[in-house]
């Protein structure tokens, strides 16, 4: 990087607004990617980090801002976030945040449980399964529903490891472990919903990217 940008007289998030503009405006790359570093090193909210990061294509700014969006709730929104974050960004947004809904209330809501057909050799499969049902509508149900510090549903195998199931045989817990490790869908479509709404957003910031 440049280290002459470090010039005394640019400071604040507002200097390093006016050089991100001019130096886009010019086509000035080492001034440009001195501004982007500053910033991102300062407390931007999420929609001005997006705003910013479409007008002068910052793809990089785009993921961890479009994140903490998803996760918020639209009443957290004031006037200024919906202005930055203009009508196709806000759709992308509010389309993301109802599949993860979507996905996560599913999950909740149906238990995930292989075919007993393929369960190793036990005499209490119904007390197995029984057990699993519950500690997941005791534990499980309520973590992903938590109304703000959720559970993301890619963790959800690393607590049921911890959870303790009473009544339920070690060797069938950790089959039901496994099949979920190897074909529960459920896991990753969160994940997904996420990185499809990120990278939607990205392209959106790829058009104003500063090209060498
Ligand atoms: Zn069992």
């Not at 029984?130 to 195998?157: A, C, D, M, Q």
């Not at 089959?175 to 709404?197: D, H, N, Y």
Request: aromatic residues 10%.
């Amino acid at each position: 990087m440049n280290r002459s940008w470090e010039t005394p007289g640019i400071a604040g998030i507002s200097g390093h607004l006016d050089v991100l503009h001019m130096t886009h405006l010019w086509r000035m790359r080492a001034g440009f990617d001195f501004a982007v570093s500053e910033l991102h090193k300062l407390n931007l909210k999420s929609s001005h980090r997006i705003y910013l990061a479409l007008r002068y294509g910052i793809p990089q700014w785009v993921p961890m801002a479009t994140r903490v969006l998803l996760r918020l709730s639209f009443d957290d929104l004031n006037a200024e976030d919906l202005n930055h974050l203009g009508y196709n960004v806000f759709e992308k947004i509010a389309k993301g945040k109802e599949s993860v809904l979507q996905i996560r209330r599913s999950l909740a809501f149906y238990p995930p449980y292989p075919k007993v057909d393929d369960a190793p050799h036990c005499t209490h499969q119904e007390r197995c399964k029984k057990t699993w049902f519950e500690v997941w509508g005791k534990e499980i149900f309520r973590l992903i529903h938590h109304p703000s510090n959720y559970l993301p549903l890619s963790s959800i195998l690393i607590t049921l490891k911890s959870v303790k199931h009473d009544g339920m045989h070690k060797t069938c817990k950790s089959f039901v472990i496994s099949w979920m490790e190897e074909s529960c869908p459920g896991l990753q479509k969160e994940e997904r919903a996420i990185c499809q709404t990120v990278s939607s957003i990205q392209d959106m910031a790829r058009i104003h990217m500063l090209v060498d």
